[in-house]
């Protein structure tokens, strides 16, 4: 207990001044080393500060305590919410999951508060470092750059923003450019060195760099106290075409994207939709490859006047393909500025596969068969007319596969969930009380057919399943519903 107390206590020396005691005298803390403090507890950032019935005040790292007795039943459904999330062996979840349920006083608004809570870190070594990412889905894995700013405290969240380099470029390369912008503005920085591109290749468009960015993600979640809502992906060259590749693949994830020198693929067209909640502030030299400009150009217009996105286009009238850090800090401070928005009542999503496509609150789970996909031959019109002139021929096409990709819009209205789609046969709705009232019945209509009605229960084990699956305490739902569509 003496060893305790003293490692402890050199952690209270970072309490911030007092706030009310959360639980009563004789609250008992249990460690992760099976010892347990008596007291009275205060939740204060990443830490419980705990007055001890000698009356010693010390301080806890909320990562050490395994539960709580006698405590608000919010705090105490944190730590084994944390026990479940960690835990790997489903018939020990299942004992977690009832010790949850099984607290006093704990309603189904105290556990989404509970499970609202952010995962505290611990205090992580400032400046630069070196973390090998495990790239889900693969057994490969890859080198990454971490800069943690100056002022960096696991007590608050914090920005994250993911850099990625161009062709034979390196993660080192890019984090020698952000790192003083990271200290200058508080964010954690994170640039990895694409798999595909140790052999000088581009960006691929492929599963496993996908991958890679979004394991950077989640390692770096796992490592320190990030804000879920301010995650951003910003790249050159190759890496500016990943940022519209990642973002319009993980739409749920990212905050704003801020590709320099990069553009949207043709094949990928349709899926701009998916930036619809997704600000872009976009970088580019007006004497840049004709291709690259163009399809940049495009990618603005269709962002604008069909997507409705919001979307800040810079272009520099006498600059190719050059890094344009003279405009990089202006660039940064406005893409700090943007926050996502996990639960807006409209979504719009599309898919060009065969596998899922999760949106911020809506699952495309099948397409039909007749749906765009990449490389499909297009039967288009008067393509023979275009043949000599270029901009017009890649225009069209732009057009062809963004009006061939199927998608589905959401959109709820009272109690009722109002579906638009064309080219989707499946898709499933993640649902709050934020999003709609699950206290009383509501409907699911596509043209004019109601496709659900019913009322929705709040189911712990799914909330806390999803939790756990997606890592993500702004997007927690308590059910789903799938459905078919005409």
């Known amino acids: 207990m003496r060893q305790i107390r003293q490692a402890t206590f050199i952690c209270c020396l970072f ?53 709580l007795e006698n405590a608000p039943p919010t705090l105490t459904a944190e730590f084994p919410i944390r026990r479940y999330l960690e835990e790997k062996d489903a018939s020990r979840r299942e004992e977690i999951l009832q010790e949850i349920q099984g607290i006093s006083g704990l309603t189904s608004e105290l556990l989404m508060e509970a499970a609202s809570r952010p995962d505290h870190r611990l205090p992580a070594k400032i400046g630069r470092s ?51 912008y990271a200290h200058e503005h508080g964010f954690l920085l994170a640039c990895p060195t694409e798999h595909q591109d140790r052999h ?49 693949h993980f ?58 996105a919001q979307v800040i286009y810079y272009e520099d009238p006498k600059r190719g393909h050059e890094f344009l850090l003279d405009h990089l800090g202006t660039a940064i401070e406005q893409v700090l500025q943007w926050r996502r928005t996990p639960l807006v009542t409209r979504s719009l999503l599309a898919s060009v596969a065969d596998s899922p496509m999760e949106g911020l609150w809506v699952r495309i789970d099948e397409i039909k068969k007749d749906s765009y996909r990449p490389g499909a031959t297009l039967k288009m019109r008067n393509l023979r007319r275009l043949m000599n002139d270029e901009e017009k021929k890649m225009s069209a096409v732009h057009k062809s596969i963004y009006d061939k990709t199927a998608f589905v819009e959401a959109r709820i209205e009272n109690s009722r969930i ?30 004019g057919k109601t496709l659900y009605r019913g009322k929705l229960k709040r189911d712990p084990e799914y909330l806390l399943t999803g939790l756990s699956q997606r890592r993500d305490r702004h997007r927690i739902f308590w059910n789903e519903v799938t459905v078919t569509l005409p």
């Open 200 to 248: 000088g290749k581009g960006w691929g468009y492929s599963d496993i760099e996908r991958s890679l960015t979004v394991s950077t993600i989640e390692e770096m979640k796992a490592r320190f106290h990030v804000d879920p809502d301010r995650i951003y992906l910003n790249g050159w060259s190759r890496g500016g075409h990943a940022s519209y590749d990642v973002a319009e």
């Open 130 to 180: 070196r973390i090998q990412i495990k790239i889900r889905g693969s057994v490969q894995s890859a080198d990454c750059v971490v800069v943690v700013p100056e002022e960096y405290d696991p007590g608050r969240s914090w920005p994250l923003w993911i850099s990625m380099h161009g062709t034979g470029g390196s993660g080192t390369g890019i984090a020698s450019i952000m790192e003083a």
């Open 418 to 447: 109002i579906l638009k789609s064309a080219g989707v046969r499946k898709i499933t709705l993640f649902l709050n009380d934020e999003l709609i009232s699950l206290d009383k019945s509501f409907r699911v209509t596509a043209r």
């Open 15 to 67: 309490l911030l001044s007092p706030s009310p005691a959360l639980g009563a005298n004789h609250t008992f803390v249990h460690l992760s080393d099976e010892s347990k403090l008596s007291g009275s507890v205060t939740d204060k950032g990443a830490k419980l500060a705990i007055t001890l019935t000698s009356g010693e005040n010390i301080a806890v790292w909320k990562r050490q305590v395994t539960r």
């Open 251 to 308: 739409p749920g994830i990212i905050a704003a994207i801020n590709p320099i020198i990069g553009a949207p693929r043709a094949h990928y067209f349709g899926l701009l939709r998916n930036l619809t909640n997704i600000p872009c502030y976009v970088m580019n030299g007006a004497l840049d490859q004709d291709k690259l400009v163009f399809a940049a150009r495009e990618g603005k217009k269709k962002l604008e006047t069909s997507v409705k």
